[in-house]
C-alpha cells in the first residue's frame, strides 16, 4: 500500500504564532515598503542564522524581524500568505496566535495588529475556507503590569478574539505570574491557552492548569515526567499542542527520534500536531505530520491526531461536526 498524503488530512492548527511564519523573502520586501533596517546582509544571511541552541536563541532573532511588520496591510499579507500555505497542506481551522506587547514596543497599536489579521483570516475564509480566529499572547517576560495594560486596550475588542495564551521565554517566568490576568482575561469571555512545559518542568503545566485555567497546553511536552499529570490530562481530556519539528530545532528534545509523542499518546493524552514558528524551524503543519509518520504512526493514528485537533479546537459544534466527518471520509479512502 502506498503511503496516504497527509496534505488531504483535514486538520486544524491550533498553536501557530502569526509571526513566526514571516518568511525571509517576505521580511524583506515589508523591510523594504517601511524603510526598516534588518540587521542581516540578505535572505541567505538571514536564513544561515536559523541554527538555535535553545528558545531564547530563536526568539532573540524571532523579534528582531518582527520589525519590519508596521501597517495592516503588512499583518493582512503576512496572514494572507500563511492561509494560502495552511490550505496547501489541508489545515481547515486555525487559532492564530499574535505578540501585541512586541508590535507595541515597534510602535504599533495592538488595533492595527488585530485589524490586519482579521482581514487575513475573511480572505483565508472567502478563498481557501478555512476558519479560525485569533489569540492574543501575553509575553511572559514582559513585566505583568505590561499584560494588564494590554488587556484594558483589547477589553473592547474582546469579542472579536478567541482566546488568551502565554508565550516567550519560559524558565523564570511560571504561570503563576499572570493569574490575575487570566482571571480578567475569563471575564472578557476569552478562552485561555498557556505555553508550559516547553523547556520549563512539568510544575509548570500543573500551574497553567490550576491558576491560569486553561483549557489546553501548548506543547507540555515535559508532562511525560509526571505520571501524576499525564493521567491529569488524560481524565480531564486537556488537549496537547505538540510541535515536534520545533521541539527538535529548539532542542528541547535532543533528537526526533527521542520526542515522546508516542508516549503522550499511550498515556491516553489528546495530542495535536501543529508547526509553532513553521518559516523558523524547517516545515509547515504538514512537513509536522510527515515528522510523525516517520516516527511510525499509521494512517489511522495520523487520523485521529487531525480528528483531535479539531475536538480540542474552539470552533462550534456544527463546524466541528462537519470536519470531523471530513476526517472520517479521509481515513476510509486512505
Ligand atoms: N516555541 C515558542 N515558545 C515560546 N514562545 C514562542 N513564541 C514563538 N514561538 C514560541
Ligand atoms: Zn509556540
Redesign the pocket.
Known amino acids: 500500500m502506498t503511503s496516504p498524503d497527509l496534505r488531504t488530512l483535514p486538520k486544524a492548527e491550533l ?1 501557530l ?1 502569526i509571526e513566526g511564519t514571516l518568511e525571509p523573502e517576505l521580511a524583506f520586501a515589508l523591510a523594504e515598503r517601511n524603510g526598516v533596517t534588518l540587521p542581516f546582509a540578505d535572505v541567505d544571511d538571514l536564513r544561515r542564522r536559523y541554527d538555535f541552541e535553545d528558545l531564547q536563541s530563536f526568539l532573540d532573532l524571532y523579534y528582531a524581524c518582527m520589525a519590519v511588520l508596521r501597517t495592516e496591510q503588512d499583518f493582512t499579507d503576512l496572514a494572507t500568505a500563511y492561509l494560502e500555505r495552511a490550505a496547501a497542506d489541508g489545515v481547515r481551522h486555525v487559532e492564530m ?1 499574535f505578540d501585541p506587547q512586541v508590535h507595541a514596543v515597534n510602535g504599533v497599536p495592538v488595533d492595527v495588529v488585530i485589524d490586519g489579521l482579521r482581514a487575513g483570516l475573511d480572505i483565508g475564509r472567502e478563498r481557501f475556507g478555512i476558519t479560525g480566529g485569533l489569540i492574543v499572547c501575553i509575553v511572559r517576560d514582559h513585566p505583568v503590569a505590561s499584560a494588564e495594560a494590554l488587556l484594558d486596550e483589547i477589553a473592547p475588542r474582546a469579542h472579536e478574539l478567541l482566546g488568551i495564551g502565554l ?1 516567550s521565554a519560559e524558565v523564570g517566568y511560571p504561570p503563576s505570574l499572570f493569574e490575575g490576568v487570566f482571571r480578567r482575561a475569563a471575564e472578557l469571555g476569552l478562552r485561555r491557552v498557556a ?1 508550559a512545559g516547553e523547556e520549563a518542568p512539568a510544575a509548570y503545566v500543573w500551574e497553567a492548569l490550576r491558576l491560569l485555567e486553561v483549557e489546553r497546553v ?2 507540555g511536552i515535559r508532562s511525560i515526567d509526571d505520571p501524576e499529570l499525564l493521567a491529569h490530562l488524560a481524565e480531564h481530556r486537556v488537549a496537547l499542542t505538540v ?1 515536534p519539528l ?1 521541539n527538535v530545532r529548539l532542542r528541547a528534545v535532543p533528537e526526533l527520534s527521542a520526542h515522546p509523542l508516542r508516549e503522550l499518546v499511550d498515556a491516553g493524552v489528546v495530542v495535536t500536531i501543529n508547526s ?2 513553521p518559516s523558523y524551524f524547517g516545515g509547515y503543519i504538514g512537513d509536522n505530520y510527515a515528522a510523525v509518520a516517520s516516527l511510525g504512526f499509521d494512517t489511522a493514528e495520523l487520523a485521529q491526531l487531525a480528528a483531535n485537533s479539531i475536538e480540542a479546537s474552539f470552533a462550534d459544534a456544527g463546524r466541528k461536526a462537519d470536519l470531523l466527518a471530513q476526517v472520517r471520509e479521509w481515513a476510509a479512502s486512505a
Do not use: R
Request: aromatic fraction near 10%; proline fraction near 0%.
Open positions: 498553536h504564532h496566535f508565550d505555553h501548548d506543547h510541535c520545533s509553532d514558528d
